[in-house]
Nanobody, 123 residues
Framework: QLQLVESGGGLVQPGGSLRLSCTAS????????LGWFRQAPGKEREGVSY???????NYADFVKGRFTISRDNTKNTGYLQMNSLKPEDTAIYYC?????????????????WGQGTPVTVSS
């Protein structure tokens, strides 16, 4: 059974850090592109970062320099290190997998998702 499970979300003060994890089971994570997305209340899901099967990486402009995506193939797990968090980063964060060989931040290109982990940035 294919499964993606996110973890690591929580409440953090502005300027703080969190590391999100996305653990895959039932398949090999590095056979797919991995993306991180977020969805704030009342807003559409938006792409945050991706890492392709070959390891190419890109970030949305609003997180460049603050977030870092990575993947540990030995643990079949992807990560999103989030530093210098801002209140506007508050959202539910999802990981997804894409069969596409190219990198993409479009949710429509991802065909399987985890359940999400909430991130709240507030003082």
């Amino acid at each position: 059974q294919l499964q993606l499970v996110e973890s690591g979300g929580g409440l953090v003060q502005p300027g703080g850090s969190l590391r999100l994890s996305c653990t895959a089971s039932g398949f090999t994570l590095d056979s797919y592109g991995l993306g991180w997305f977020r969805q704030a209340p009342g807003k559409e899901r938006e792409g945050v970062s991706y890492i392709t099967k070959r390891g190419s990486i890109n970030y949305a402009d609003f997180v460049k320099g603050r977030f870092t995506i990575s993947r540990d193939n030995t643990k079949n797990t992807g990560y999103l290190q989030m530093n210098s968090l801002k209140p506007e980063d508050t959202a539910i964060y999802y990981c997804g997998i894409s069969p596409a060989a190219w990198g993409t931040l479009a949710p429509r290109d991802y065909n399987y998702w985890g359940q999400g982990t909430p991130v709240t940035v507030s003082s």
